[in-house]
């Protein structure tokens, strides 16, 4: 792959009806260009996880996705409440989640574990009242 292929996504907040649909042209995108399965996996699992992370907490946001031949980069902004604690709401199991979110099947405190654990690389830059960053990379 010569250039960086760039895909953008704009998350809605709240609409758990379409969530998951930019995690799904990632993973069909990757699948196309030839990508190995397992990488395929990856940065699928990484980006549902930060897709369904902003509709649940952070009234949508935008996903930028980097794909070139040796990693993929996903940048995750949004300009929600922001992570009061990034430490804490990186334990498994720790959720702000609403109870909507929860009655949905959502919100089991696994999103940014599950991000980390599927990626070689993660960064989170959050403010409170200003919103959050995630950025992950998966090397190919």
């Known amino acids: 792959m ?10 809605d907040g709240n609409n758990f009806v379409d969530a998951g649909a930019a995690s799904g042209k990632v993973k069909k995108t990757l699948t196309q260009l030839g ?9 699928a699992i990484a980006m549902y996880e930060g897709e369904i992370n902003m509709v649940i907490h952070a009234d ?5 996705v980097y794909i070139d031949s040796d ?3 996903i940048v995750l902004s949004d300009k929600g409440p922001g992570i ?3 430490e804490l ?17 959502f919100g089991a405190g696994m999103g940014l574990p599950n991000m ?6 993660m960064t989170v830059n959050s403010k409170v009242g200003v919103g959050t960053t995630v950025e ?3 090397n190919c």
Request: aromatic residues 8%.
């Open 2 to 11: 010569a250039e960086t292929i760039k895909l953008q996504f704009n998350i």
């Open 35 to 43: 990508f190995d399965p397992a990488v395929i996996r990856r940065a």
């Open 60 to 64: 949508g946001g935008v996903a930028d």
């Open 71 to 73: 990693k993929i980069r």
């Open 84 to 86: 009061a604690d990034v």
């Open 89 to 105: 709401a990186m334990k498994e199991g720790y959720s702000t989640a609403s109870q909507e979110a929860r009655d949905l099947g």
């Open 116 to 121: 980390k654990n599927y990626t070689d690389e």
């Open 136 to 138: 992950m990379i998966i």
